[in-house]
C-alpha cells in the first residue's frame, strides 16, 4: 500500500507531462510463481457485522486510497462514467468506481492507456479503481465468440476484427490498465443451466488459476471469482477451490444475469458463508436499491451496476419511493424537485419541469442531471446502510426502506432477465 | 433596476416552491403609450473609448448583475448552455447569456417558463439573460414561412404545427420568458439583395416602433435591431430611425449570415458611428475571436454566438494558433493538453489523447470537456480585449491575436455563407 487517505481532497494538477509519463511504464517484478504469499495490495479492515443479519462494515484500503465497505461503485466502461467528470464524481463522495476491460482493450487499447500514466493518470481519477475481466463482455457483447480451453475468440462489437482473450492476456491488459483491483477470466453461463455450469466451473477455475500464477503487478490486487450459478453444491466448490487460490478478495459472479431475485438471494446465502470472512466480497453487477439491501445482509461488502447511470439516460430518476420517469406528462409543470429534501446538485436546483424539458428537447444536460441525482441516491444509500449497520439498527433500515420503495414493473424485469439468459445461452 | 451585483457570487438556493412561484406571474403595468421615457431597465456606463480604434470598454448594469464590456454571451437556445450546468457557466465567469425566444415558445412554452419564475428560475441562471425575438429562426428553421404587414405565419420544425408571430405575440412571449434583455421581432433578408433589404426595412420598422409600442415590463429592456444588408444608405436610413425610438440599446442585425468578412466590417465601420454613443451595441450571431476583434475595434460592445459551443460537439477545439480538430489521428497518443498554459478545468486535467477517446468512443463528457474549453477561450479572449482596451493596448493586442491565429478554411467558410444566403433567400 504505498498510500491511504480520503479520496476527494487532492488538489487540482497539471495534466503529467511528458516526462513525468516516461516514468510510469512500470517495471513489474518478475513474477514469483503460483501460491506465493506476497504482501497485500490492498488491506480490508472489517469493523463489524450485524448480529441480527450478516451485514458488514469494514474499510478497504487501497494504493488509491481507503474507502468504507459496504460500497456502490459508479461504472467507468470506458474509462469515464458517463456524463460526469472526476470532480462531480469527487463532488458525490464516490469512491471506488469500475472501468471494463473488453472495452478498454478494444478502444483506446491497454498500450495507450499505460502510456498515459495508466486508468488513473488517462481518465484524472485518483480514488480506487476495479476493473472487470472482460469475460461477461465478451459472452454478451461480442459479435461471435468461441471457447476452447484456452481462451475465447470473438469479434469486436465495434469494427468486427477478430480478438482473442486468454487468461494471460487479460491480465496482461489488466496490469496495463493499472486498476488497483483486477478480476480474473471467468466463463459466465446462464446460471438456470446446470450442465453449462458444471462445464463452465472447470474452466473458470483453471483460468482463476492461471490468472493468478500469470498476475504480477504488486500494486494491484486480483479477486477471484465464485461461479456455479444457482446450484449450491456448484457454489460451494467454487468457493472451496477459490479459497485454497488465497486470493486477496472474492466476487460472486454470475448472478443478477437470469434468476429470479429470490434465487439470487438463496445462492448469496448459501455462498457468502463459505468465503474467507476476512476478505472483501463483491458481489459483480448488482444492482438495483431493493436488490443491495438484500446482498448487504447476506454479507457483500462491494457492489457495482450500470442500473443508476443508465436509467438515468432513460429519464428514470430514483426516490425513496421508487422510480420516477421524469419524462411523463405528469411532470410537465411541476415546480418540486426530483425528490423533496434530496441534497443533490439537481434537486436544490431545477424543478421537475426544467428536467423534463431538457429531456423532451433532446439536452444532453438533462442526461447529466439526471445521472447526478441517481448516483447521489445510490451513494447516500450506502452511507445510510453503513450507518445503520454501525448503530445495530441495520434490520429496521432495510424494512423501512423497502416498505417505502415501489419496485419497479415486474413483468419488465422478466422480460429483461430471459433476454440476459437467451444472450447468455447463445455462447457457442 | 433592483439589484446589482456581480454575477456568480450567490449562495446555492433551493428550488423554488409552489409560494414562492405563485409570486412570479408579475402585474406588469399599463403601457404608457410610444415615445414614453420610462426609467431604463438597464444602464450602460462607457468608460473609455479605444484612440487607436473604435473600442470601448464599459459596464452593463440589469436587473440581475453588472456585466464589463465588451462581452460575449454563451447562447443557450433551449434554456441551457448545451453540456453546461449554471455552476460550469458562473466558474468561467459567464456574464450575459443568451435564449432563444423561437424555440422556447414552441417548447416547452412561454407559459410555462413564466409560471416556473421566467428564464431565470427555470434555467437557475441569475445572471443577465438577453431573448433574441425568433424572427431569425422564422427565417432559417421553420419549415414554412409566410410574412405579411401584420407579422409571419410558419410552420414548427419540431411538428409542423402552424403558428403565428406578430410584433406584439413577440413582446407578450419574450415578457412572459422575462430575460434582462428582449430584442424586437425584425425581418432578416439576404444582406447582398438589395430591392429585397428595402423591402425588408420598411417592415423591421413598423415592426420597431409596434414593439416598442407593446413592450411594457418595467424590468425588461428592449433592444431595437437596424437592419439594411450591407448598403450603407439603408443602414444608415435604418439607425436613424431607431434612433427616434429610443431604445436602451441597439443591436447591428442581418450580418455573418452570408455576406463576406470585409463587406461585414464595412458595414459596421458605416453603421456604429451612426448609433447613440451612450447606448451598448450588440452584434448578433458573431462570432469567431477574429470577427469579434474587428468588431470591437468598430465599437460593438456586446456579442453572442453558437460557434464556440456548436464547433465543440464537432470536436473543434479553439486555441491562439487556431481551431485543433480533436478527433484527428494526430492526437490518438498525445499527452499535452489542448492548449498548453491553458487554465481551464479540460486542459488543466486532461490529455489530448484522451479527449480523443472520449470523441472516439461517443462519450457525452468529450462534448461537454470541449464545450468546457471553448467557452472558457472566448471568454478569456474577452478579458484580454477588455484589459488591452484599459491600458491602451488593443491594436497592438489584437494585431499580436490575429498575427498568430490560422483561420479556419476559408473555403468551408464560404461554403457555409452562401448556404445561409441561399436559406434566407428562399423566404416566402
Known amino acids: 500500500m504505498k498510500r491511504v487517505g480520503s479520496v476527494g481532497d487532492r488538489p487540482e494538477r497539471r495534466v503529467r507531462g511528458v516526462e513525468a509519463l516516461a516514468g510510469s511504464g512500470r517495471d513489474f517484478p518478475k513474477r514469483r510463481g503460483y501460491g506465493y504469499n506476497r504482501p497485500m495490495t490492498i488491506h480490508f479492515d472489517l469493523h463489524t457485522t450485524d448480529p441480527a443479519s450478516g451485514a458488514r462494515l469494514g474499510t478497504l484500503h487501497t494504493p488509491h486510497g481507503a474507502v468504507p465497505t459496504p460500497l456502490f461503485a459508479p461504472v467507468g466502461t470506458q474509462a469515464t462514467v458517463k456524463t460526469m467528470t472526476p470532480r462531480d464524481l469527487r463532488s458525490l463522495g464516490a469512491g471506488l468506481i469500475l472501468a471494463n476491460t473488453y472495452h478498454l482493450f478494444l478502444r483506446p487499447g491497454a498500450d495507450l492507456v499505460q502510456r498515459m500514466g495508466g486508468l488513473h493518470g488517462f481518465m484524472d481519477w485518483d480514488g480506487p479503481i476495479l476493473t472487470d475481466s472482460g469475460g461477461y463482455q465478451v459472452f454478451s457483447l461480442a459479435?461471435?465468440?468461441?471457447?476452447?480451453?484456452?481462451?475465447?475468440?470473438?469479434?469486436?462489437?465495434?469494427?468486427?476484427?477478430?480478438?482473442?482473450?486468454?487468461?494471460?492476456?487479460?491480465?496482461?491488459?489488466?496490469?496495463?490498465?493499472?486498476?488497483?483491483?483486477?478480476?480474473?477470466?471467468?466463463?459466465?453461463?446462464?446460471?438456470?443451466?446446470?450442465?453449462?455450469?458444471?462445464?463452465?466451473?472447470?474452466?473458470?477455475?483453471?483460468?482463476?488459476?492461471?490468472?493468478?500464477?500469470?498476475?504480477?503487478?504488486?500494486?494491484?490486487?486480483?479477486?477471484?471469482?465464485?461461479?456455479?450459478?444457482?446450484?449450491?453444491?456448484?457454489?460451494?466448490?467454487?468457493?472451496?477451490?477459490?479459497?485454497e487460490l488465497d486470493f486477496p478478495g472474492y466476487a460472486v459472479g454470475g448472478l443478477a444475469v437470469g434468476e429470479t431475485k429470490a434465487q439470487m438471494i438463496a445462492t448469496l446465502a448459501h455462498t457468502c458463508p463459505l468465503l474467507p470472512s476476512a476478505k472483501p466480497r463483491y458481489l459483480m453487477g448488482v444492482g438495483a436499491p431493493e436488490d443491495i439491501l438484500e446482498a448487504v445482509a447476506q454479507g457483500i461488502d462491494l457492489f457495482d451496476c450500470v442500473l443508476p447511470t443508465r436509467i438515468a439516460r432513460n429519464g428514470a430518476l430514483l426516490t425513496h419511493a421508487g422510480r420516477l420517469n421524469i419524462r411523463n406528462a405528469q411532470h410537465a409543470a411541476a415546480p418540486q424537485p426530483v425528490e423533496e429534501g434530496c441534497t443533490c446538485y439537481t434537486c436544490q436546483h431545477f424543478s421537475r419541469a426544467y428536467l423534463r424539458h431538457l429531456f423532451k428537447a433532446g439536452e444532453t444536460l438533462g442526461l447529466h442531471l439526471a445521472t447526478l441525482h441517481n448516483l447521489h441516491f445510490m451513494l447516500r444509500l450506502m452511507e445510510q446502510i453503513r450507518a445503520a449497520i454501525a448503530d445495530g439498527s441495520f434490520v429496521a433500515f432495510k424494512e423501512r426502506f423497502l416498505a417505502g420503495y415501489q419496485l419497479s414493473d415486474q413483468e419488465a424485469r422478466a422480460r429483461n432477465r430471459q433476454a440476459r439468459r437467451e444472450t447468455l445461452a447463445a455462447v457457442a
Open 143 to 243: 459479435h461471435m465468440r468461441k471457447l476452447d480451453a484456452d481462451g475465447v475468440t470473438f469479434r469486436s462489437h465495434i469494427d468486427g476484427s477478430l480478438q482473442r482473450f486468454t487468461p494471460e492476456s487479460v491480465m496482461e491488459t489488466e496490469q496495463k490498465l493499472g486498476a488497483d483491483i483486477a478480476m480474473c477470466l471467468d466463463e459466465c453461463p446462464d446460471p438456470l443451466d446446470r450442465a453449462a455450469n458444471e462445464r463452465a466451473l472447470l474452466r473458470t477455475h483453471a483460468w482463476a488459476a492461471r490468472c493468478r500464477a500469470a498476475h504480477t503487478r504488486p500494486d494491484q490486487a486480483l479477486f477471484g471469482i465464485v461461479q456455479g450459478g444457482i446450484f449450491p453444491d456448484l457454489r460451494g466448490e467454487s468457493a472451496r477451490f477459490l479459497a
